[in-house]
């Protein structure tokens, strides 16, 4: 995995504050992110940014494993919309959504003032039940980069105090000027001391901790008595509560757990209990090493003090048993039978969609097609894997009521329950052709190829600022953002693959430009079709099938290169083909065709092949209807485009009304069975490319889709389409096609020819009587296809005709 792209959804701003600075460069190290691409990061927030951050990276000596390392920068970019079509081992396939309780509870508890006796009191008893030895830091002013000052922990300068030692600090604690901080968890002294003295670092990291007990919830928002009344109102798991002096106060949370991933998990629940029930905790305060405002202290001329202490406070476990639950499909009634007592079950249908809702599933309008969303992407999905989740979800959580799900009936119906998929899909636009790579989306247009962010992504730009006392501007860098794209991305349009934009030839390119003969013509229009197919906007005024067929007058066995170039379509757009030479021309044509296909791929058309039959689909709406299944429709905007590839020409070919649907582009016979692109390349096509030809694939592929959008769909006049139309539609009378064309070739054009001249040349020629107006019907049928006009002027001696070109 290439851990770059995960950086663009961690949001620099996020990690301002030094402890949480800290911890993510260590994650980012451990995960193997250079020290090139950790400065490119750090850039992001100018404000923040320091030149010595790739100094104090580099000194960094991260314990964690990659493995654990990569698996935490997964659930922070999750978190910001990160998405991605493949599974990770490390992410669970189902999830059990904690829900939480909300509670108003009446107060009437008046915020209490300082009482210096009382303070140091419940400082004490504050301290009591921390129990463990204090590392403490003083604030100190400084001044940043813009000139703000700003208070900060001087960690790189903090001492420990014994709980023994506390009276006598009292009278310093006083004489503070910005107040005193602390951690709430004990830390490894002598693993902190050697860290410093090795100089890998100044302050506490979160590998320092040996406890994990308890933790700040804090919010900024509102006056200290709002804070005051909501907190009291919730039923946190509450040690005491401390005001800090300025504007807010801190809570200090039992958390109980074991391990630091057991502290993070335990934290993020209790403030997502807080903000479902209203109080917005500040997030920074979810860290381990978050600095914490000590019970008693000066700071700003007043004091940092306690206004709620609870000696028997509620642990964690016993604040989760009553305000946290998950939800069950299953509603659970408990029976008393005699002396025994028994467990009823019912399946509850309104929880059993809420499981299903939160883990992302979704049905269409009609409530036949499913569908399920990650992030950004919406996977197709259907009736059978909603009940295998639904399996899997018990099994995890709930297994010992498996046997009694599967004993439930399961009722189709009950899936239009769930809610309508977003309508908000992200697609292309008459001018704009878009391709979702792993690490970016890539825009095409008439002005160029260029990389685009999937979310809101930071940038920065320069800009004027008014300075007034030297009544002039200065320059500065400043924070903006570059838009992300709009709605959701059908995963199946996404592509496996890092792109770099480059104009290195490739493999691909080469083989385009041997099958086009290397003519510069051919080579820019068969681009073009590629294009036009790539391109998800149609427009009613320009539909047609693309046609592939071999440059020859004779059906052969193909083998040019068709199947290939619909493979590349393949690697860039979801793609359907179904076989011709079996396909039958009924209401299950399209059956195969699925919704989100881009191109429909009609295989090795035969000679009978009567193209009427797919003028409504590609004019109009497209009908799909599967045997057994009910008929849907396609909309026209959203049906595929259709790629014909065939050894032969069919009937009516070169008609105008079919001529106005096709573009018919010939394929030079480079190839063959005897010579195949594995001969010339030495490597098959997409199965042996390494990355880098796979990356010149992609480029050569955004080149086609460049040459459409800028110049439209280009088309040569082909060499032998023409006659082979001819061929196919004399199919089975090839010998009266023949005697035109050798007659055509004797001087026909421009001569009058009496009717009874036609008979008898036929019969000098073929030795078999065939009357002249069953030949004049095939006559005229030939001058129709090829263009010639035919007059027939009456005499009163003899019937004939004269057949001209147009000039």
């Not at 170039?565 to 757009?573: D, E, I, K, P, S």
């Not at 069919?650 to 195949?676: G, P, T, V």
């Not at 070739?745 to 030795?767: F, H, P, V, Y």
Request: proline residues 4%.
């Amino acid at each position: 995995m290439d851990i770059r792209e995960l950086t663009q959804y961690i949001p620099t701003e996020d990690f301002r504050e030094q402890n949480d600075w800290l911890y993510i460069a260590n994650v980012f190290k451990a995960a193997g992110l250079s020290e090139e691409d950790f400065d490119e990061w750090c850039r992001l927030d100018p404000e923040k940014y320091g030149e010595d951050a790739i100094t104090r990276y580099r000194s960094l000596t991260p314990t964690e494993s990659p493995e654990h390392a990569i698996n935490r920068l997964l659930t922070e970019a999750r978190k910001n919309g990160y998405t991605y079509q493949g599974k990770f081992d490390q992410l669970p396939s189902v999830a059990l959504t904690p829900c939480y309780r909300t509670v108003n509870k009446p107060v009437d508890e008046e915020l209490p003032l300082f009482e210096t006796e009382k303070a140091r009191t419940d400082t004490g008893r504050i301290l009591d039940q921390i129990r463990c030895s204090f590392t403490m830091a003083k604030y100190v002013r400084e001044e940043n980069h813009l000139g703000e000052i700003k208070t900060r922990p001087q960690q790189e300068k903090s001492y420990y105090l014994d709980r023994s030692d506390l009276d006598a600090a009292f009278e310093g604690l006083e004489q503070l000027g910005d107040g005193c901080a602390f951690l709430l968890n004990g830390i490894d002294r002598a693993k902190l001391e050697a860290d410093r003295e090795a100089g890998t670092t100044k302050g506490v990291k979160k590998e320092h901790f040996l406890t994990y007990d308890w933790c700040l919830i804090e919010s900024d928002v509102g006056t200290v008595e709002e804070q005051w009344n909501k907190l009291l109102s919730l039923d946190l798991p509450l040690l005491a509560v401390v005001h800090s002096g300025n504007k807010s106060l801190h809570c200090y949370c039992h958390v109980g757990a074991q391990t630091l991933e057991e502290y993070d998990r335990r934290t993020a629940m209790l403030m997502k209990y807080c903000e479902v029930n209203g109080f917005a905790v500040d997030p920074a305060t979810r860290n381990i090493n978050r600095w914490v405002r000590f019970p008693y202290a000066k700071r700003y001329g007043k004091m940092q003090y306690p206004v709620k202490v609870c000696e028997k406070y509620r642990t964690f476990n016993q604040w989760r048993k009553d305000s946290v639950y998950y939800l069950d499909i299953f509603d659970r009634k408990v029976i008393k039978k005699g002396n025994d007592i028994e467990t009823e079950l019912e399946l509850n249908l309104s929880s059993m969609m809420s499981v299903l809702t939160e883990n992302g599933f979704r049905r269409n309008k009609a409530g036949d097609s499913f569908f399920r969303l990650e992030g950004k992407l919406i996977h197709q999905s259907s009736e059978g894997e909603i009940q295998t989740f639904l399996y899997d979800w018990l099994k995890t959580y709930f297994p010992a009521d498996v046997d009694i799900f599967a004993r439930c009936k399961w009722e189709p119906t009950r899936l239009k329950m769930l809610d309508p998929i977003p309508d908000e899909r992200h697609t292309d636009s008459e001018d704009e052709c878009f391709f979702y790579f792993k690490n970016v989306p890539v825009k095409v247009s008439a002005s160029g190829i260029e990389k685009v962010p999937y979310l809101d992504e930071p940038c920065l730009v320069e800009k004027k600022i008014p300075v007034p006392e030297y009544y002039a501007y200065r320059m500065v860098t400043a924070k903006s953002m570059i838009p992300g794209l709009d709605g959701y991305i059908n995963a199946r349009q996404m592509i496996d693959h890092n792109i770099k934009l480059s104009d290195e030839e490739g493999d691909f390119s080469r083989f385009v430009a041997l099958i086009c003969n290397e003519e510069e013509d051919r080579i820019k229009a068969l681009k073009s079709a590629l294009g036009y197919l790539m391109h998800r906007h149609k427009n009613p005024s320009q539909v047609k099938a693309v046609v592939l067929t071999d440059e020859s007058l004779t059906d052969e066995n193909g083998g040019t290169g068709k199947g290939l170039l619909f493979q590349a379509l393949g690697q860039m757009r979801f793609c359907q083909s179904a076989d011709m030479k079996t396909r039958e021309r009924n209401r299950f044509f399209f059956s195969t065709v699925k919704r989100g296909c881009s191109v429909f791929h009609m295989d090795d058309v035969q000679k009978d092949f009567d193209f009427n039959y797919l003028f409504n689909a590609l004019a109009g709406d497209m009908e799909v209807e599967g045997k057994g299944e009910n008929r849907t429709v396609i909309p026209f905007a959203e049906a595929p485009k259709i790629y014909m590839s065939t050894n032969f020409a069919f009937r009516d070919m070169q008609k105008d009304s079919h001529k106005r649907r096709m573009a018919i582009y010939e394929l030079h016979r480079k190839f063959n069975a005897r010579h195949q692109p594995k001969d010339e390349f030495k490597r098959n096509f997409f199965y042996d490319w390494d990355r880098a030809e796979w990356n010149r694939f992609y480029n050569f592929m955004l080149q086609c889709s460049l040459t459409y959008m800028q110049e439209g769909l280009l088309e040569c006049e082909p060499k032998f389409a023409k006659q082979k139309a001819l061929h196919a539609e004399f199919q089975d009378k090839e010998e009266v096609l023949e005697f035109f064309q050798s007659w055509e070739s004797d001087g026909l054009i421009g001569k009058q020819i009496s009717n009874s001249e036609l008979e008898e040349r036929w019969l000098a020629e073929k030795g078999l009587h065939k009357p002249a107006m069953s030949l004049k019907r095939h006559l005229n049928h030939y001058c129709r296809l090829q263009g010639y006009q035919i007059d027939s002027p009456r005499t009163s001696k003899m019937k004939s005709f004269i057949v001209t070109k147009p000039e």
